[in-house]
């Protein structure tokens, strides 16, 4: 199957400070990128979808300045915590699809996940 | 908007007995997807229903698709204690292809 990998797999930082987590699809050009949030014990929230090339689309409710999304090419995204603070400690999964037959996409392949923890 | 429930949230069961998870979602979609997630673990793809009616099994579990009724099922049989995690359903919308995701049903199976 695709593989996606994630980079760092944890991260601590201080509160105030920006933090940058790779997704990257090892064996496949992905048209697709989306980035997940889950607190613990909870289910995952889509927080963005990213395109290759094109601004990312957000959430309901998530803030775009401070979760900054880029695709620069089809086999990575980043996704940068700005100014981080305690409540965005959480574990970040992306996830990277291609497009299919009549641009339908295949299914997402998930990546390991990144834990943060803001101090 | 789509909404997606899973029940039961929690179960234990004991080795050996079966039991079936359910997702129920609100909105149209013909593609839904279960995936496994151990604690501390990102997310493992069980299965990808394409259509209505779709059966898919692979060894203990199995799950199924009705469209019409917005239902999915995931049945355990015979568990044992491997099977210990926690499952999601996600349907995708039928727009976007974006995954919803279920809340998600803890599965503890003792021996």
């Known amino acids: 199957g695709a593989v996606v990998s994630q980079h760092p797999s944890w991260v601590i930082c201080k509160s105030g400070t920006s933090v940058k987590i790779e997704c990257r699809s090892l064996d496949f050009q992905a048209t697709t990128m989306f980035w997940y949030r889950q607190f613990p014990k909870q289910s995952l929230m889509l927080m963005a979808t990213?395109?290759?090339?094109?601004?990312?689309?957000?959430e309901q409710g998530v803030e775009k300045d401070k979760f900054l999304i880029n695709h620069a090419s089809l086999t990575l995204s980043t996704l940068t915590v700005t100014s981080a603070h305690p409540e965005d400690s959480s574990f970040y999964i992306c996830?990277?699809?291609?497009?299919?037959?009549?641009?339908?996409?295949?299914?997402?392949?998930f990546g390991p996940g990144t834990r943060l923890t803001v101090t | 908007e789509l909404k997606v429930e899973q029940n039961p949230l929690f179960l234990s069961m004991q080795e050996g007995k079966n039991y079936t998870i359910y997702c129920n979602y609100s909105t149209t979609s013909d593609r839904l997807y279960w995936y496994r997630q151990d604690p501390g673990k990102s997310l493992e793809s069980l299965f990808v229903?394409?259509?209505?009616?779709a059966v898919k099994q692979e060894g203990r579990l199995m799950a199924s698709l009705d469209t019409k009724a917005r239902l999915s099922t995931l049945h355990i049989t015979a568990a044992v204690h491997d099977l210990s995690a926690t499952y999601f359903c996600?349907?995708?919308?039928?727009?976007?292809?974006?995954?919803?995701f279920g809340s998600g049903t803890r599965l503890l199976v003792r021996p």
């Open positions: 229903l394409l259509s209505n009616g």
């Open positions: 996830s990277a699809s291609a497009l299919g037959l009549a641009g339908v996409p295949y299914e997402q392949y």
């Open positions: 996600a349907p995708d919308t039928d727009s976007s292809y974006k995954l919803i």
């Open positions: 990213s395109n290759e090339g094109s601004k990312a689309t957000y």
